[in-house]
């Protein structure tokens, strides 16, 4: 019934919006597909041999009104998310009024205020996130320069809303608009601010036999941030607060959360230098607060370390601590070395430097707790070679606390090397190769990986790599992809295996299953 | 120059209006504050109605309520230990009306080697797999779904609230290796329709446990050799599921279970559970220990 009625809600939306003259119409389809030929422990797959995640998203656009709504079908989903993860229907749909200084959604969106400390509704598909909120927004640019946004509404939990209410206000002033000493030197300043409260009902949460908790209904979260930028240099500075708000995350602390970033940029043409620091403290904010896994967080605090791509350098991937808290450091120096130099050499080359360390954090704000958490050094070289081959290589430094990140496992201290090639072979024909070796003493010892990519532009890509744990398990993880794309259309065809392995997080730990099979993947934009 | 400084100080003000607004949105909003002496709320304890107990003139139709807990365990499950205190908590609150099992099993669980004791066995894979459960440390109780450990004082006590139509009668007698269980049960109202299972546990195993250290140090984990685990499911004594029953109104069916006990059990640690379930969840359930 309820499907029915969004439905309904959704298609007199479109209408709405068919109404008005010059209507675009866009979308997408994504579909992931893997037929299983062996489930790796030997064990039934609750979906069967076949399972799919499959997103279909139509937008109308017209002057006045938008209007979009998304199907998705996940009745037989992929290994590794949630049993709630599992269903079908329609759990997007909204229309959105446009005038000149002002729009207001009604549905589901997303949103984010500043960094997301304490507001960020986003959809991450490979992870199952979807926090979207059902409700109402509303954004208004009263004068230039400031943007000024309202909002209620409940936050989706995969095939329902049964979170509280999260409610939230947010303003923008960009004073570079007003002040015209700034524009003229080429200043940019703006202050922002932002409030959420969540609504939550009262319930039992028995401590013991004769003593429930006395549970705040309502929570507060309020944001303040300025963000400078003169020439090559940029500040932000960011301070976000939450009132009590025990929950399952933080062991039901009645401790208010808070959280404080400084970020520092300076960039030139050939320079760039990032210096960053955080200190969080029990943060984590959801609109459930029985809930555990990755469902229903109304915010999100930004991992300040490197998002590696290559494959052994993401093996070990660090994840903010939000209840526990941490201090967090960045920085990064990146340069240029310019054609025809010494360094720079007949095409010139590009090397930079990452840093960044996170430790546990003590009640005194300015002191460190006992434990690091995460460190990480590496360095990369970008250079070609000749005309037609360039090369990256890499080098990484990590220690990794896996109790602290994945609930066991101890400090993983690792030393990671990348070398990556890219050949041009002919003109519409491009081979792209990796080669990556992770040593380490700690937990399944060191991993080798190789990768070519045959790049036949411009419909075909053949993908075939190998990961291999040779320190502990001796397996290997082989994966081939042929990809075609023609248009819009891209269509990636392949077979391989994935590892097992656990996600834990606020103290309980999720089994992810290996999987071997054959995978497909279409995407198709209009 | 005047007529000019007032505008400027009526436009900042304009522009200033949202950060006002914005200010005031949160005294709008209640805010809870709540100190430290505040913090908890005092129930009543659940009040036991028993009928066999408080009215012998009226006929029986209800008793009291054991609830079942089934706890989803495993040697390697860091956090498993945490939900070990919950239970230690609920059986210091509610005695022998709550009966513990630890079923260990999933992929955190441990089948034991040449040199190390295991505790998993294939009939709690079975049961993990069944139930759909997601992660461990987790817990049935009285089969109503899966529930996280930090709930379970919560949901105990709200099926320790309601009173069952069934009561239950359990001896377990070992005489020369073998176990004689004979398990009664009587509807005392209305017919009942559902199976009835039989377990066998044992208690102070010592064998490795991944823990904290302490419990409630999430930072540090070992691998605690002299952890001693108890109720810990061993063996169903009928099958898997149990076996069908069906009861009328004060027609006690009696059963009559042989067992024999296996070498890896000490028989003075050994306790026997039963309980009877259907699709609304368990009825009634009672633990004995094994009477040499």
């Given amino acids: 019934m309820k499907r029915i009625i969004l439905s309904a809600i959704a298609l007199c939306s479109l209408l709405t919006a068919q109404g008005q003259q010059d209507v675009i119409i866009s979308g997408s389809v994504q579909s992931d597909m893997l037929l299983s030929t062996q489930n790796e422990d030997n064990k039934q797959n609750e979906s069967g041999d076949f399972m799919s995640n499959t997103y279909l998203d139509v937008m109308l656009q017209s002057q006045y009104i938008d209007a979009g709504a998304r199907m998705e079908y996940m009745e037989h989903p992929l290994p590794g998310f949630d049993n709630d993860f599992k269903g079908w229907g329609l759990p997007h749909f909204w229309v959105k009024g446009k005038l000149n200084k002002a729009d207001m959604t009604l549905g589901t969106f997303y949103e984010q205020f500043g960094s997301g400390f304490i507001l960020r509704c986003y959809e991450e598909r490979s992870l199952g996130i979807d926090n979207s909120l059902l409700g109402g927004r509303l954004m208004v640019k009263p004068m230039n320069g400031v943007t000024l946004k309202v909002l209620s509404g409940k936050q989706r939990h995969y095939w329902k809303w049964d979170g509280g209410l999260v409610s939230g206000a947010d303003a923008e002033v960009s004073l570079d608009e007003w002040i015209d000493g700034l524009q003229r030197h080429g200043t940019r300043l703006s202050l922002g601010a932002s409030w959420v409260n969540k609504y939550e009902k009262d319930e039992d949460i028995f401590v013991n036999k004769d003593h429930r908790l006395n549970l705040p209904k309502f929570v507060n979260a309020w944001d303040v941030r300025t963000n400078l930028n003169h020439g090559p240099w940029g500040v932000l500075v960011e301070y976000a607060q939450k009132t009590q708000d025990p929950s399952f995350d933080n062991n039901y602390s009645y401790d208010n959360g808070h959280v404080a970033m400084l970020s520092g940029s300076y960039s030139k043409k050939g320079l760039s230098i990032l210096v960053q620091a955080k200190r969080s403290e029990n943060m984590s904010f959801r609109s459930k607060r029985s809930q555990l896994g990755t469902p229903l967080f109304i915010n999100h605090l930004p991992a300040f370390t490197l998002d590696h791509t290559y494959t052994l350098a993401a093996l070990y991937p660090y994840a903010t601590q939000l209840a526990d808290g941490e201090w967090a450091y960045q920085g990064e120096v990146g340069y240029n070395f310019k054609r025809k130099t010494l360094l720079g050499g007949k095409y010139g080359m590009n090397i930079k430097v990452n840093y960044s360390y996170v430790r546990a954090i003590q009640r005194a704000w300015f002191k460190w707790g006992s434990d690091t958490y995460y460190q990480d050094l590496n360095v990369q070289m970008s250079r070609r070679l000749t005309s037609d081959v360039k090369l990256n290589l890499m080098y990484m430094n990590q220690r990794y606390n896996k109790t602290v990140i994945e609930g066991d496992g101890g400090m993983i201290h690792s030393n990671i090397f990348v070398a990556d090639a890219l050949f041009q072979l002919a003109s519409s024909t491009k081979l792209r190769t990796e080669l990556q070796y992770l040593t380490t003493r700690q937990d399944e010892h060191d991993w080798a990986f190789a990768l070519a990519e045959l790049s036949l532009a411009p419909h075909w890509m053949i993908t075939a790599s190998d990961l291999w744990n040779h320190g502990d398990t001796k397996t290997h993880y082989y994966q081939g992809q042929l990809t075609y794309n023609i248009d819009s259309h891209r269509i990636q065809l392949g077979y391989g295996r994935t590892r097992a392995g656990f996600n834990c997080s606020g103290g309980v730990c999720r089994f992810v299953p290996a999987t071997r099979g054959f995978t497909l993947s279409y995407n198709y934009n209009f | 120059m005047e007529i000019k400084i007032l505008y400027k100080v009526k436009q900042t003000a304009k522009r200033l209006l949202p950060f006002g607004l914005l200010t005031v949105l949160p005294i709008l909003s209640a ?69 513990a099992v630890g079923i260990h099993g999933g992929p955190l669980g441990f089948k034991g080697n040449a040199t190390t004791i295991g505790l998993a066995t294939d009939l709690g894979d079975k049961y993990y797999d069944s139930w759909q459960l997601e992660y461990q440390p987790v817990g049935l109780i009285d089969r109503h779904g899966a529930v996280n450990y930090t709930d379970w004082v919560t949901e105990v006590r709200k099926e320790m609230a309601k009173t069952s139509s069934i009561s239950m009668e359990l001896e377990a007698t070992l005489n020369d290796n073998q176990i004689t269980i004979i398990t009664k049960a009587t509807s005392l109202e209305g017919t009942y329709d559902g199976q009835l299972q039989l377990w066998v546990l044992e208690d102070s195993i010592t064998a490795t446990q991944k823990r904290h250290d302490p419990i409630d140090n999430d930072n540090v984990t070992i691998s605690d050799k002299n952890y001693l685990h108890n109720h810990v499911l061993r063996c169903a004594v009928n099958g898997s599921w149990g076996e069908s029953i069906h009861l009328n109104t004060n027609d006690p069916i009696v059963k009559t279970y042989p067992l024999t006990v296996d070498a890896a059990w000490e028989a003075s640690h050994l306790s026997i559970v039963a309980f009877l379930y259907n699709n609304s969840g368990v009825e009634q359930a009672i633990k004995t220990k094994v009477k040499e």
Avoid: W
Avoid at chain 2, 40 to 61: C, R
């Fill in chain 2, 31 to 99: 805010c809870d504050h709540i100190d430290e002496n505040d913090r908890l709320i005092y129930v009543e304890p659940v009040v036991q109605n028993d009928s066999t107990l408080t009215d012998s003139t009226k006929t029986i139709t209800s008793t009291l309520r054991t609830v079942l807990l089934e706890d989803f365990t495993g040697q390697m499950c860091v956090n498993c230990p945490k939900g070990t205190e919950v239970i230690k908590q609920l059986q210091d609150d509610y005695a022998e009306r709550l009966v």
